[in-house]
């Protein structure tokens, strides 16, 4: 079975600094990877995602996650921190098939907070 | 959360108490899901169903049951709520052509 494990669980960077959320994932087949956000009161919204090819992904608002397969990671990164990116982020991985995935499941979240 | 419909938003149980939480979607796709979310464990999948008729057990399965009777709309029930079930209930939808997870509004159950 999958899983996924995100060892931070608060982190807090300075605004305009650099960030980096780790992920490692267990999975048997070519996973496919995701990374969430989650704003306080709201929903998850899809940051990025890697099915196969090039393993650098970009995302929305500057996120950028790298598929590492040697050491079954998929870190997200950002050059420079804004205040609003402060939120919980989660990545996730699925089970692939032939024409989609299924069976969505989430690691425990890394909490950002950002300081002016 | 347009497209995704949970009921009930609160509820509060006795342990012993059974209930249904309720999800229905009006996209006509296959997968639904059902999550918990608890503080410092993020989402866990309890149950999930790729197509009508069919459901797979997630992580956290016990203590549930769940009922895909048409694509519509996919139940979770408690059978005999334990204080361990208090959480926040989440029913998703999985839309791949378009790559995303629309979630429900969410169920906040407190069992006492």
């Known amino acids: 079975a999958q899983s996924v494990t995100q060892p931070d669980i608060h982190i807090t960077v300075s605004e305009g600094a650099s960030l980096e959320l780790r992920c490692n994932y267990s999975?048997?087949?070519?996973?496919?990877l995701f990374w969430y956000v989650q704003s306080p009161g709201q929903g998850l919204q899809l940051l990025l995602k890697y099915f196969s090819g090039d393993t650098l992904v970009q995302g929305i608002k500057g996120f950028e996650a790298e598929f590492k397969r040697s050491q079954s990671s998929f870190n997200l990164r950002k050059p420079s921190v804004h205040w609003s990116d402060a939120a919980e982020y989660f990545c996730?991985?699925?089970?692939?098939?032939?024409?989609?995935?299924?069976?969505?499941?989430f690691g425990a979240g890394t909490r950002l907070a950002v300081h002016p | 959360n347009a497209g995704v419909t949970q009921t009930p938003k609160f509820q509060v149980l006795k342990t012993g108490q059974s209930m249904t939480l309720q999800c229905a979607q009006d996209?006509?796709?296959?997968?639904m899901y059902w999550y918990r979310q608890d503080p410092g464990m993020g989402l866990r999948l309890i149950y999930y169903?790729?197509?009508?008729?069919?459901?797979d057990k997630g992580e956290v399965p016990n203590g549930y049951n769940v009922s895909r009777l048409n694509k519509r709309e996919f139940s979770l029930r408690l059978e005999s709520a334990a204080p361990s079930q208090t959480s926040v209930y989440f029913c998703?939808?999985?839309?791949?052509?378009?790559?995303?997870?629309?979630f429900g509004s969410g169920t906040q159950l407190s069992v006492l």
């Open positions: 998703a939808v999985l839309v791949t052509a378009r790559e995303k997870l629309f």
């Open positions: 169903s790729a197509s009508e008729g069919t459901t």
């Open positions: 996730a991985v699925a089970e692939g098939f032939s024409g989609g995935y299924n069976k969505l499941i």
């Open positions: 999975y048997g087949a070519t996973p496919y």
């Open positions: 996209m006509n796709h296959n997968s």
